[in-house]
């Protein structure tokens, strides 16, 4: 007599939800005492009314040792489409760097990079921020793109030059890792200013408009796509609390099978090939010869339950695959990383 054992495995790929990282400014001053100049001409736009400035430079301080921004205008600088901007972006390093209090923050960071995009003959704002309730404002920059009209970018990273500063894979509660090997952190933004709401931004990777419409719907996917993650993760706990069930069940039937396998094999060589047997002995063998058929009736019960769970688990890694597939499908459009807004912005300068 022969069995086959059945053991049933499953393997289950956990999906996590992503990661979320602050963005700040540590400090934004104006030697003059006002965080931004008048004299501006005020402009009324889907952003809300904001101030404009001409040929100006921003009285804003890199540094407490007083050094201010200095925009270097190009003269031949044009503005650029949305798939020019984002091209430039992806080449320009500026958002790689580390975030230094002391020396260099948001306003280095918009300095830079403006100056960064007029060498490169693209036409650049420096921005500048202040929330309500906040004494600190931040920087950043806009551009006048040709066909999807002004768009903010924000390329200040998180990152910190202390500890030393070591570029990660990912960006995980605003510490570096340690991945074996470095790689720049991506730190372009798009950014949704608009006086009376939050601050926010979307990295370039799956930000896809400028307008702030579009951030409260990328807000809204985020939230379904946490909503999602968790339901998947009771369900997938739930699965593999029955994967465990039934690979104990396995086990005991394998352990059972074997048992009952050493048994038809003693039962066997005490049988000895004989044929006949004279009682005692017949009765003695035909009640063992029961107990095995009854063993063996049970052992098929217990592996027709196990195919049918096996079946059943199938069934359900099937449909949890699907699931995670567009989960990961939605996390998509979510990026692998999720900035947290800086506060209500309350009002906004631009200088061109």
């Given at each position: ?56 430079q ?44 002391d020396?260099?923050?948001c306003?280095a ?51 910190r ?7 990660i ?31 926010g ?79 005692p ?72």
């Amino acid at each position: 007599m022969f069995i086959r054992k059945v053991f049933f495995s499953i393997l289950i790929v956990l999906v996590a939800s992503s990661a979320v990282m602050p963005v700040g400014c540590g400090f934004i001053t104006d030697g003059a005492g006002s965080v931004f100049g008048d004299g501006g001409e005020e402009v009324a736009g889907y952003f809300g009314a904001y101030i404009i400035y001409h040929d100006r430079q921003p009285r804003h301080l890199k540094s407490p040792s007083g050094e201010s921004a200095q925009l270097v205008n190009n003269q031949e600088a044009n503005d650029p489409t949305w798939q020019e901007l984002m091209t430039f972006l992806g080449v320009d390093t500026t958002d790689q760097k580390p975030y230094v209090v002391d020396s260099y923050s948001c306003v280095a960071f918009a300095e830079e990079l403006h100056n960064n995009a007029e060498a490169a003959g693209i036409r650049a704002a420096f921005v500048g921020v202040q929330f309500e309730d906040r004494d600190v404002g931040h920087a950043l920059n806009a551009f006048q793109t040709t066909d999807r009209g002004l768009v903010f970018i924000d390329c200040t990273s998180p990152v910190r030059s202390d500890p030393a500063y070591r570029p990660i894979r990912e960006l995980d509660n605003g510490e570096t890792g340690d991945s074996g090997v470095a790689q720049a952190v991506g730190a372009d933004k798009v950014a949704y200013v608009e006086i009376g709401k939050e601050y926010g931004v979307i990295s370039i990777e799956v930000a896809t408009f400028p307008e702030y419409s579009f951030y409260e719907t990328y807000l809204a996917g985020r939230e379904q796509y946490r909503l999602d993650v968790e339901a998947f993760n009771r369900e997938l706990e739930t699965y593999n609390q029955m994967v465990d069930a039934y690979n104990q069940g396995v086990e005991f039937y394998n352990q059972a099978l074997e048992a009952y396998e050493q048994e038809v094999e003693e039962y066997n060589e005490a049988l000895g090939g004989r044929t006949v047997l004279p009682e005692p002995e017949y009765s003695y063998f035909q009640a063992w010869a029961a107990e095995l058929e009854a063993s063996l009736a049970a052992l098929m019960a217990i592996k027709a339950e196990l195919e049918s769970e096996q079946l059943e688990l199938m069934l359900i890694q099937a449909g949890l695959n699907e699931w995670q597939m567009a989960i990961e499908t939605a996390a998509g459009g979510i990026g692998d990383v999720n900035w947290l807004p800086l506060g209500v912005v309350a009002s906004i300068k631009v200088y061109w």
